[in-house]
């Protein structure tokens, strides 16, 4: 089954939605970056999340990038994400393990930490980038994004995310999130029928790990009111650096650093956060890059 975004609206077009499954996006994110099944289910929502919100971008430069930083154990996660959808992300500590907890799910929670904010950052090619954030709820991601919306973005949201996992191999078995969002004027009766899906909900990665549709599992939580689909993205885990994004990167560095480094070092290699690839200079292409610099 290929990820996807399903993105319409429900209650007769009174309240907004995105739903995506992502089993393929976080495997990706498990492989790249080694991550532990904790690493693995707390990226994997905030990748999840990420995507949703990709999926609004308009322009090919605008972006969206969320910080979580709760002073757990896992460090710092950061993700951002591009038109497409196509998202990045890495964990300051990917390796991290904790116990499960005593419901004998992973303790996402305690990976993250509560003690610290979410920062979000809309680039809408505009001429400056917003940026939110909010006192983080309790480190497991979904309700720290709802959070987020209802005090930084004045839009009260249900926001579900989750990934799962195979016990014994920690391989990826399923990945999905929603996010539901009440329209301006949208009748109270509307927002409670959708809040009185709340215990429904949480089912759906364990329905997409068993085989269910996206498209089916939609159409059987909201039967009432009907379900109309708007738009259908495909996201995928894609990194966008490249050698040219590293050679502005070292000249960022100005002249005097970029020159310690040419006579100490003799070359300099960079590794991107966000995939591990790796980019080499040699010392005659340090000086090149100088000389450009200088020029320009």
Do not use: W
């Not at 907004?16 to 790249?32: C, D, N, P």
């Not at 999926?55 to 930083?69: C, E, M, P, Y």
């Not at 390796?95 to 930490?113: I, M, R, S, T, W």
């Not at 960022?252 to 650093?257: A, K, M, T």
């Amino acid at each position: 089954m290929n990820d996807e975004i399903l993105q319409g609206l429900i209650q007769n077009s009174t309240i907004r939605f995105a739903a995506i499954t992502g089993k393929e996006l976080v495997a990706e994110a498990q492989r790249i970056h080694s991550l532990s099944r904790t690493a693995t289910a707390a990226l994997g929502r905030e990748l999840l999340m990420v995507a949703m919100m990709a999926g609004q971008l308009k322009n090919d430069t605008d972006s969206v990038s969320a910080i979580l930083s709760g002073g757990g154990p896992g460090g710092n996660l950061v993700c951002v994400g591009r038109k497409g959808p196509f998202v990045k992300g890495c964990a300051g500590d990917p390796a991290c393990e904790l116990p499960p907890k005593a419901n004998g799910k992973l303790d996402v929670g305690g990976y993250v930490g509560k003690n610290g904010k979410l920062t979000v950052v809309r680039d809408l090619s505009l001429k400056e980038p917003y940026v939110g954030m909010c006192h983080l709820i309790s480190g497991e991601v979904a309700e720290d994004f709802a959070e987020y919306f209802t005090a930084s973005e004045q839009q009260p949201s249900l926001v579900y995310l989750g990934v799962r996992l195979e016990p014994l191999s920690g391989a990826v078995l399923g990945a999905g999130g929603i996010l539901i969002q009440p329209l301006p004027a949208c009748p109270e009766e509307n927002i409670d029928y959708v809040m009185g899906k709340a215990d429904a909900i949480p089912h759906l990665t364990e329905r997409l790990s068993q085989g269910e549709s996206l498209r089916d599992i939609v159409l059987s939580l909201f039967p009432e009111g009907g379900v109309a689909f708007t738009d259908t993205l495909t996201p995928a885990y894609r990194c966008d650096c490249s050698r040219a994004r590293m050679e502005r990167a070292l000249l960022s560095l100005g002249r005097q650093e970029l020159n310690k480094i040419i006579e100490e070092d003799g070359q300099a290699e960079l590794s991107c956060h966000f995939c591990n690839s790796r980019y080499t200079f040699t010392k005659a292409e340090l000086t090149h890059l100088l000389q450009e610099g200088a020029q320009a």
